[in-house]
Each structure stands twice: as structure tokens, then as C-alpha cells.
């Protein structure tokens, strides 16, 4: 399952994301992940979740992110939820290839995994493929 946290930057989108990762540690029962560019939220999240930077692993486009986040998940069957703070700062700001990622990990998880993601756009701006996981 997919969920967008959309907005231009400066809405608070980082802040949200916090807020819904420290309250997914006290009710989730599995492994969390949380995933950035950077280390802006790994003070700020609870040392349960496991925090990873994608500088260290060199992702940097949207095939990469796909091929990180499924190899976490076949290695750990029990992660519950994923969240990725600043997609387009980590894979760039084509929303037709943010579009096929987003489709291609909502079949990845289905049902078992969610992943969130920060995407500093408006709503306005974004195409169907992206707007259509917007709950």
C-alpha cells in the first residue's frame, strides 16, 4: 500500500512524516524503516526504527530506490511500514517515472507493507499516475 504526504516545501510535510513514524513505533507490531537524503530525521524518530540514508547505498534515481526497497523487503519479511522523506530529492523531479515507482511498489507490498512517502509538489502539479494514491 502507497500513501502520499503531498505539499510545496515548507508545508510540513518532514513534520508530519515525524509525527506518523514515532506514532507507528508505539502501535506496530514489525520492523519500520525509514528512509532519507541525509540525516535531517535520524534525531528526530525513535531508535527503533531503522534509519538509513541513501547516500551511504548510492541510490539516486528511481530504479535504484526500487531495487533498495525491494531487497529490504525479501530480507526482512516482517517490515510493516517504510517511510521515504524527500522522494524527489533522492530520484529526481520526473513524476511520470515517480509514477511507475509508485505502481511498481504498490504491487511490490500490497497488502503486507506500507510505504509512505514526502513529495514536496503540490497536488496540482502532479500527473494521475501519482495523484490516483493520494487517500
Do not use: H
Not at 12 to 24: C, E, F, Q, R, W
Not at 79 to 85: A, C, G, H, L, N
Not at 99 to 123: H, Y
Amino acid at each position: 500500500m502507497i500513501k502520499l504526504i503531498t505539499g510545496k516545501k515548507g508545508t510540513g510535510k518532514t513534520k508530519i512524516l515525524i509525527d506518523m513514524i514515532n506514532d507507528a513505533v508505539k502501535s506496530t507490531n514489525g520492523c519500520l524503516v525509514c528512509i532519507e537524503k541525509g540525516e535531517t530525521l535520524r534525531r528526530e524518530i525513535s531508535y527503533k526504527v531503522r534509519w538509513c540514508s541513501v547516500e551511504q547505498f548510492n541510490v539516486n534515481s528511481f530504479d535504484s530506490l526500487y531495487g533498495f526497497v525491494a531487497g529490504m523487503l525479501a530480507g526482512n519479511y516482517d517490515i510493516k511500514e517504510i517511510f521515504i522523506d524527500g522522494i524527489l530529492k533522492i530520484c529526481g523531479y520526473d513524476f511520470n517515472m515517480l509514477g511507475e515507482l509508485l505502481n511498481k511498489i504498490d504491487k511490490l507490498t500490497g497488502e503486507d507493507s506500507t510505504v509512505v512517502f514526502t513529495i514536496s509538489a503540490d497536488n496540482s502539479e502532479l500527473p494521475e499516475s501519482v495523484t490516483r494514491f493520494i487517500k
